[in-house]
């Protein structure tokens, strides 16, 4: 009773406001739930509806990002529209993940008290993070996210050159091959690979691999824009994304260029990036996991700034590694360029020696082609020299 006069008297003007605000119907029970925790204290039917709504906001996040699909289509449908890739990644990751490829818009700060209260309540202890210097310093755990998709990424490279390409394939250069996960594969199935890329690490973890693997490849540390062979090579490949590590439009130019002086006359140059589709969310999180016997990995790559004028976006990337005996998270920021399907054509109409022969995407399925259009999202574009 004591405690009732109590709230009658000092709490009357708080609970009129916030009835007041509650303008709409389902603000009603928000307010109901916020305004009992106010007058009572610890309220568990708060605590746990905060809970609930937390999950849900995500999810139903995850699937608006999955640009314009609708939140009850397939799995296979959805991902396909919007991002192909993210269902590849479904199956293929650690069972423990709720979505492979869930993109979250960043909570807003008011938002982000609420959420963050109700996490931290029953997080284990956290793990150190450390900052790296590159993720690309770090090749083995960088690839093992990748590793799953390889196998498919090759046997479609292979699709390609038999398709498209007039003579046999046996040359092939990647550019920015990083660890060399692609190089490793396709010279295990008999193809001349060489491989460039700023990176000294990845390179030496390339070369580690493939004398294990007791296969052979030409690597050299260069850069995409500039480089030399005295040899033309029949295909040239760059994969996920690496191309928009380039973060000007000249850079850009000169990368294709480059590769188009260096490829025979018919020879093709597989390109596959991601594309802003029209109407696509430019912030997102994109999660997934891979393991070994010994260890498992949970990438998450945010973005974390990104702007229309200047085309360029950074992205958070943090490994979180966990060991029998360890755990520990890795993190490193990388910028790439923001490619719309119109910017893209513009910067392909400047190459005069490459022609535009096909189109495919991220399921690496020779037979689905697609199409160059503002849907286009993960995109492999087949070019061939002219
Ligand atoms: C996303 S990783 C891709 C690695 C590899 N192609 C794969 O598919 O796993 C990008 C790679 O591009 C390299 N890179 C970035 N800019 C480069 C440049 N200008 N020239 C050469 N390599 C570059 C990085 O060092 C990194 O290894």
Not at 83 to 102: D, M, R
Not at 298 to 321: C, G, H, N, P
């Amino acid at each position: 009773m004591a405690r009732l006069d109590a709230i009658l008297c000092r709490k009357p003007l708080a609970a009129y406001c916030v009835m007041q605000a509650a303008r709409h119907w389902h603000c009603r029970f928000e307010c109901l739930k916020f305004l009992f925790s106010f007058l009572f204290g610890d309220c568990p039917l708060a605590k746990t509806s905060v809970a609930v709504t937390t999950k849900k906001k995500s999810s139903a996040s995850a699937v608006s990002k999955a640009k314009g699909s609708s939140a009850n289509q397939p799995k296979k449908e959805l991902a396909k529209k919007s991002n192909a890739k993210a269902a590849a990644k479904t199956t293929a990751k650690l069972e423990a993940k709720p979505a492979a490829k869930s993109v979250t818009k960043p909570a807003k700060p008011a938002g982000k008290t609420k959420q963050t209260s109700v996490v931290q309540a029953k997080a284990k202890p956290s793990v150190k993070t450390e900052t790296m210097r590159s993720w690309y310093d770090h090749p083995e755990l960088y690839e093992l996210g990748f590793l799953k998709e390889t196998p498919k990424e090759s046997e479609f490279l292979i699709d390609v050159f038999e398709k498209y390409v007039p003579f046999p394939v046996k040359r092939v250069l990647e550019l920015g091959c990083g660890s060399g996960r692609l190089i490793c594969d396709m010279a295990g199935r008999g193809f001349s690979m060489t491989g460039v890329d700023l990176n000294p690490m990845s390179l030496d973890y390339c070369k580690k691999k493939l004398k294990k693997e007791r296969n052979k490849a030409e690597l050299v540390v260069g850069d995409m824009t500039n480089f030399k062979f005295d040899e033309p090579f029949d295909a040239a490949v760059n994969a996920i994304n690496t191309f928009r590590h380039l973060e000007t439009e000249e850079a850009a130019l000169a990368h294709l260029n480059c590769v188009a002086e260096h490829l025979k006359p018919g020879g093709v140059f597989v390109l596959s990036l991601h594309l802003l589709p029209k109407g696509g969310d430019l912030w997102g999180t994109e999660r997934w996991g891979a393991k070994t016997e010994d260890m498992s990995v949970y990438y998450a790559l945010t973005v974390v700034e990104t702007s229309m004028k200047t085309r360029l976006e950074k992205l958070r990337i943090s490994m979180l590694v966990k060991t029998k005996d360890e755990s520990f998270r890795l993190s490193d920021h990388i910028t790439l360029r923001i490619y719309t399907v119109e910017q893209l054509k513009s910067l392909l109409a400047k190459c005069k020696k490459l022609k535009l022969v096909g189109v495919h995407d991220f399921w690496y399925d020779i037979e689905s082609k697609q199409k160059l259009n503002s849907d286009a999202c993960d995109t492999i574009l087949v070019l061939q020299r002219t």
